[in-house]
């Protein structure tokens, strides 16, 4: 997959993006940016018109951050929200100008899809199908069974084990290991160095020995999710460690077997989810978090950063802490541990009072 750069003028990106605009018709637009990274030809966006000031006008000039470097308003365009007063400037007019401007990225630096082929330093075993326009690159192992779907990009050095399936218009980076009968949906991406199905955790011990327990299950990951790079995901135990529609784990996180995670996740780097933890929708975990094994996590819930669930949550509870608690309670707790230098000194004038 190779990133390309596209040129528009301002009229033809705002009519690709169907959006109204004020300004330049022909300014020559090359590139997305934010407001701190503003160069010509550069595209940023706004997400409130009360930072209207930090925009370039017209005939004024802006300095970049880190840069002596200078700009006016003439050479850029900004995303805005509908209804900002434009005064002359090169805006773009949208209801949610962070999609907008995610959508123009992507018109600014499309991606060009490889001519579908494999490698001849790969290698197939028996029985792989390969759906249309598949890549698949330098000294890939598709074990036996395989599958993959149309349009799907397998990059240098992944190990597809016995009976993997991968669905269509998938992205598995360089390194990535997908072991056997684990099933991955449509248009997920596997970052590098990625392990899923690996065996979870699971030993016994009799007379002082640990004793291995097989672990004879599958990972199953649905579609439009993304597994950031380094991060391992657990084969169940008998059934399927599961990871639902939409969920985006971030680089260094441990998912660990027989764990269901709900749809639309969002885990930050270095966190883990101990064994057979039931996750809901929407869940957001910060950085270095930790889910317990065996708890029962509702839907809607955030642990903010370093904060350890050790319990069951319910719906939309936002917590903190290490064990996790409701964040107004972490954060007093947080402001007493502050205090404690304090209130020890006072305690220590007080008893010297006494008889």
Sequence with gaps: MKRIRKTFT???LARQLDLPFSGEHSLKLTHACGLDQLRPGGVAYLASASGLSSVPTPRGIHRKQHHEEEISGDE????????????GRNFLFAHDPLAAHVNATALLHPTQHPEGQVHPTATLGENVQLGKNVWVGPQVVLYDGVRIGSGSIIHAGCVLMTDAVIGENCEIFPKAVVQEDCIIGDRVILQSGSVIGA?????????????????VGRVVIEDDVEIGANTTVDRARFTDTVIKAGSKIDNQVQIAHNVVIGEHALISAQSAIGGSATIGHHLIMGGQTGIRDNVRVGNHVTAVARSVITSNIADKEVVGG???RPVSQWRKTQALIHRLEELFDRLKKVESRLP
């Design 199 to 215: 065996d979870g955790h699971g030993y016994f011990q009799r007379e002082g020995i640990n004793q291995k327990i097989p672990q």
């Design 322 to 324: 290490m064990p996790s």
């Design 10 to 12: 301002l009229e033809e």
């Design 76 to 87: 850029i365009a900004v995303i805005v929200p509908a209804g900002t007063n434009a005064e």
